[in-house]
């Protein structure tokens, strides 16, 4: 099988190319965004919601700007419970559902609130709470998507110095009534800040993709959901994983890709894409060093010889697949400016 696999390096701007008259813009009318910024953009029946937060702050203190699909403005709402700490706000089972927590009783509670299109939003509900441990609170990962009428939630237990990391993995139904609770403690000792990502497969398979710091990032999945996890270190035989991206194609499998590293240097030298199935069975490996004339695009003969072959200060953005079956791997270069 031939694997088609593209790149794209932006500076700035990501420009997508297509033919002028078929590209159609519209816009709303202004509206405030004064100490607000934008969170969320949800599509929901035939309006979209615009959802905004105030700047740099965690409090539960929301605005909802409600639109028709000609982009009209036709409600506002405001959730002002700054008494809980918002988490994040998702479409599940065809609803927008917000998250926030609250600390009080040596307890961590979980809460939750539907937001409705013509009344706004229904009272805080508790879910789940967690008991603190010398002092630490437990805190939520929620998956970008729910399956069928079933919603995994991951806690992250309270920090406990000098030992393993431990979770919860919470399954609601769509009623938000807590059905199965999974605990796991990883083979990994507890790091104050934690990076874990929850991800959902199209078959309702629950994974963790964790990274962690140890002499440069490291990663590994786990397959949730029973008492005993399983675990997949995501690495390759020499070089070193500086970032990834993930998603799963229609064959169900977990496509992941991203960009390597020297042993020695944390610059991009080269991709790689990587493929697993639905029991964490590694399927397709490859990986790819960057030609010289990509290099030299962005660094001088004694940028190289100064830093390296690689590619200094580039982030990833994402990680897509088109209709055509060919694999976009997006990188933003961070200290060039227009």
């Known amino acids: 099988m031939n694997y088609r696999f593209f790149f794209l390096f932006i500076v700035n701007i990501l420009c997508v190319l297509a033919y002028p008259q078929e590209l159609k813009l519209s816009f709303s009318e202004p509206f405030s965004s004064v100490g607000l910024e934008s969170i969320s953009c949800i599509p929901i029946e035939d309006k979209i919601v615009h959802i905004q937060q105030k700047s740099k702050e965690d409090l539960c203190v929301l605005t909802f700007h409600v639109f028709d699909a000609q982009l009209k403005k036709k409600a506002l709402f405001e959730l ?49 709470k967690e008991p603190h441990k010398a002092g630490y609170p437990t805190t939520f990962v929620f998956p970008e998507n729910s399956y069928n009428s079933e919603l995994s939630i991951l806690a992250e237990l309270p920090y406990v110095k000098n030992k393993n990391e431990d979770i919860k993995l919470l399954i609601f139904d769509h009623q938000m009534g807590l059905i199965k609770e999974t605990y796991n403690k990883l083979e990994i000792n507890f790091d104050p800040k934690r990076d874990n990502k929850l991800i959902v497969s199209p ?16 990663f590994a999945i786990y ?4 008492e005993t996890t399983q675990e997949k270190v995501i690495k390759l035989n020499r070089n070193k994983i ?91 270069h961070l200290s060039r400016k227009r």
């Open 80 to 128: 002002n419970e700054p008494q809980y700490t918002f988490l994040s706000v998702k479409y599940f089972f065809n609803e927008i559902f917000v998250f926030a927590s609250l600390n009080e009783n040596n307890h961590t509670y979980l809460f939750y609130t539907k937001f409705d299109l013509q009344i706004g939003f229904s009272s805080f509900k508790e879910i789940f």
């Open 203 to 218: 078959k309702g398979r629950v994974f963790l993709i964790k990274t962690h710091w140890q002499k440069g990032n490291n």
């Open 223 to 226: 397959k949730l959901g029973q």
């Open 242 to 332: 500086s970032a990834l991206d993930y998603f799963f194609n229609s064959q169900n499998e977990l496509v992941i890709a991203g960009f390597y590293s020297s042993q020695i240097r944390y610059n991009y030298e080269g991709f790689f894409l990587l493929k697993y199935d639905h029991d964490l069975h590694l399927t397709h490996k490859n990986q790819y060093y960057f030609s010289e004339k990509i290099i030299k695009t962005f660094k001088s003969a004694k940028d190289i010889k100064e830093s390296g072959f690689g590619l200094d200060k580039f982030r990833l953005t994402s990680f897509n697949l088109d209709k055509e079956g060919n694999h976009f791997l997006v990188a933003e």
